[in-house]
């Protein structure tokens, strides 16, 4: 569990699970970052007792044959893609979904979290409520890693990998009240769907069929996201959340 809003700052805390504006054109260029939009460490000496168990997982030629790049996230770069499509265009798409898919494969053990660990008034409409939302996001983590393999790409779905990779903290609530889950998953959405909506225009150009997909993916997570924040308007039609940045700070917020 992460810490209190002490030891996260707002600013710090909201961007580190995802930007505060993410340029679409420094989503493409930076390949290895995705929507994390900071460009990643540099290459570490390289371990050969890693490199043998890369190049064992990956199944790469032996040495002395050509072999295929394996990317700083772990998975193979492009070497062929969809016809029509150029293997460059190809493996910054593949690097973007690979956010995409960590970020909703968290967002589906999130909500699973959520759905166990609600307690209180209006308890079991939030309880169920939640658990189509575990399943179609479960959908989405299949279509955006099916997506990679038919670019040519290795989706990486392992939790270690997943942790090692992720620019964000675990979710920060515990067992609480339905109003406080629902006011800490008003920021979580709402990091996803701008996030989700910066790959959408980065997407335009290099594949559009990718685009129409995280595009239908957009569509039922804003749905998922008014369903949430429809329990925290208030008569005026404000939100008991607003400028919120972490998760605690908002589920405090919805509670007061």
Not at 21 to 33: E, F, I, Q, V
Not at 176 to 198: K, S
Not at 239 to 252: D, I, P, Q, V, Y
Request: charged share 20%; net charge neutral; glycine share 8%.
């Amino acid at each position: 569990m992460a810490g209190t809003d002490a030891t996260r700052p707002a600013a710090a805390s909201r961007a580190a699970r995802w930007p505060a504006a993410t340029s679409p054109s420094r989503l493409l260029a930076c390949s290895g970052d995705g929507f994390h939009g900071a460009p990643h460490s540099p290459a570490q000496p390289v371990n050969p007792g890693r490199l043998r168990s890369e190049r064992r997982w990956h199944n790469q030629p032996e040495p002395g044959k050509p072999a295929p790049l394996v990317n700083w996230k772990g998975s193979l770069v492009v070497t062929y893609t969809i016809p029509g499509m150029k293997t460059g265009s190809a493996d910054k798409v593949v690097a973007l979904l690979q956010d995409r898919l960590d970020s909703l494969s968290d967002l589906a053990l999130t909500l699973k979290h959520v759905h166990w660990n609600v307690i209180g008034p209006n308890f079991i409409a939030v309880h169920t409520m939640l658990d189509p939302q575990v399943d179609a996001v479960r959908v989405m983590v299949d279509e955006s890693a099916e997506r990679i393999a038919a670019l040519g790409g290795s989706p990486s779905g392992t939790p270690g990998a997943l942790v090692k990779r992720r620019g964000w903290d675990d979710y920060s609530i515990g067992r609480a009240d339905t109003i406080e889950h629902l006011g800490a998953l008003d920021v979580v959405y709402a990091g996803i769907i701008e996030a989700n909506r910066a790959a959408i225009e980065a997407t335009e150009e290099p594949d559009p069929v990718t685009q129409d997909m995280l595009i239908r993916h957009g569509g039922q997570l804003e749905q998922f996201h008014w369903f949430v924040r429809a329990h925290l308007e208030q008569s005026d039609g404000s939100l008991r959340t607003a400028g919120a940045a972490t998760e605690r700070s908002a589920a405090r917020q919805a509670s007061s």
